[in-house]
């Protein structure tokens, strides 16, 4: 799960000029309100505060918070933008390579996963679509997103995972859900060493039952490519033409749709994969060269330089016991019993949080600042929202650059000082310079930087 990952995956999708044909959104970054939606609020603080050396303390001795270890401590929102872009219509699909972490759960990170994007996706969905599928074909069993909705029937999850003596060990076709949510819960157990035809022949039926049954709104599928062959943690034999044949279902769907990522540890094939399928969401990938253009990690990509992952030698046992075909059909059984598109009750979504509305939001970038903060940042400010200077400007700085300098340095540490002693700069005599009469009318600051100096 390194981070290093989505680096690869984005300096080949920008080889490949991809990025001209998308709108690349930069997330805000999601707030410990916005996580405390699903996570337990003493969870999100255990994260803000945990550190490797007072781990052990936090988690009382590894019983709460990260169980195992598999989640270690370490030092160190798009899922929600990208939600929030599906919900105002200004997408039709949206991708993070960067989500994913479906195993984490309320108050426990688990599976390498901390905070759970995909629940905190689909809920900021559901405040606008009455239902929500998610699929998910990973590898691992998506038990993280299952448990968060299991008593719902707004949301329905449907993972496609190895199952038996492999993390979590979750995801039985017993498992259907509770309450309302019962029967909105599908799960399809697989044995190793699944193909492509295999995985088409079961994925494929599935879903259409789903879509047609389930009448969903919008959809989150959650890519991992730890299901891809020859994945360091993973045991399918899936190409990646056969990963990304799911993806272009999807899209013929014509429902809005959110690409996320997941699990993979062969960091190549991860990025090729994620890279191929950035190009079925654009509708181009009949048209892209299979042959790799040159990029920053042109060499990790040897000795074929090709944008494919191959299938191995594995042997399909799902096909040699028969028990794809077990459970195809139970899968279909449990969504034929289901009850059609359950009716939701909807109303105007507001177009704000009420933190927000009420002025209490932290995130808010227009919200006066204090008078303290004004002090310490005004000459910056100014700098950061000048126009690019001209070149009359850059003259007259040049000539008065070491005047300017010497006065600002000395009105810097004379309001220092004025701090240390605990004295307001408001009510304190104004800084001793020998040219004050002289700049009262013309006033200058210094950009950080490009140590230019500009009048205002």
Excluded at 2 to 8: A, E, L, T
């Amino acid at each position: 799960m390194k981070p290093h990952r989505i680096r690869v995956t984005h300096d080949l999708v920008t080889a490949y000029g991809m990025l001209d044909k998308m709108h690349i959104l930069r997330a805000k970054r999601a707030t410990p309100e916005v996580m405390s939606s699903f996570h337990t609020d003493e969870y999100v603080h255990f994260l803000q505060n945990v550190t490797p050396e007072t781990a052990e303390r936090m988690t009382f001795h590894g019983t709460r918070f990260l169980v195992g270890e598999d989640s270690p401590a370490f030092e160190g929102g798009g899922s929600i933008g990208a939600a929030r872009k599906i919900t105002s219509g200004a997408a039709d699909i949206a991708i993070n390579w960067a989500g994913g972490l479906h195993h984490a759960k309320k108050r426990e990170a688990s599976g390498f996963c901390y905070i759970n994007d995909i629940v905190l996706g689909i809920l900021e969905l559901l405040r606008s679509y009455p239902r929500v599928l998610y699929i998910d074909i990973d590898c691992h069993h998506g038990d993280g997103v299952e448990e968060a909705f299991y008593t719902s029937n707004r949301v329905m999850t449907c993972s496609f995972h190895k199952f038996g003596e492999y993390f979590p060990g979750t995801g039985t076709q017993e498992d259907r859900g509770r309450g309302k949510g019962k029967g909105y819960a599908v799960n399809v157990p697989l044995k190793d060493g699944i193909t492509d035809e295999s995985y088409k022949s079961v994925f494929q039926p599935v879903i259409s039952k789903i879509l047609e049954t389930f009448r969903p709104s919008a959809v989150v599928l959650q890519c991992g490519s730890d299901s891809l062959a020859g994945d360091k943690l993973g045991c399918f034999n899936l190409t990646m033409k056969g990963h990304a044949a799911c993806v272009q279902f999807m899209r013929k769907q014509n429902i809005p749709l959110i690409l996320l990522g997941g699990g993979g540890y062969t960091v190549k094939n991860v990025a090729r994969t994620w890279a191929f399928e950035t190009a079925c969401a654009l509708g181009i990938e009949d048209d892209i060269d299979l042959n790799l253009p040159w990029n920053q990690y042109f060499e990790w990509f040897g000795p074929r330089y090709r944008l494919e992952v191959a299938e191995n030698n594995m042997e399909d046992l799902n096909v040699k016991d028969g028990s794809l075909e077990r459970v195809r059909e139970k899968a279909l059984e449990q969504l034929r019993n289901l009850i059609p598109a359950p009716s939701v009750q909807m109303q105007d979504v507001p177009r704000e949080s009420l933190q927000h509305h009420l002025g209490f939001a932290k995130d808010d970038e227009t919200a006066p600042r204090d008078e303290l903060d004004e002090e310490l940042a005004k000459h910056v400010r100014y700098v950061y929202n000048l126009q690019e200077p001209d070149s009359s400007t850059d003259e007259s700085s040049s000539s008065s650059e070491s005047e300017s300098e010497d006065e600002s340095s000395s009105s810097i540490s004379w309001r220092m000082q004025n701090r240390v002693n605990g004295r307001r700069a408001s009510r304190s005599p104004m800084p001793p310079t020998s040219n004050r009469s002289r700049t009262s009318s013309k006033k200058q600051r210094m950009s950080l930087l490009t140590g230019q100096y500009f009048s205002i």
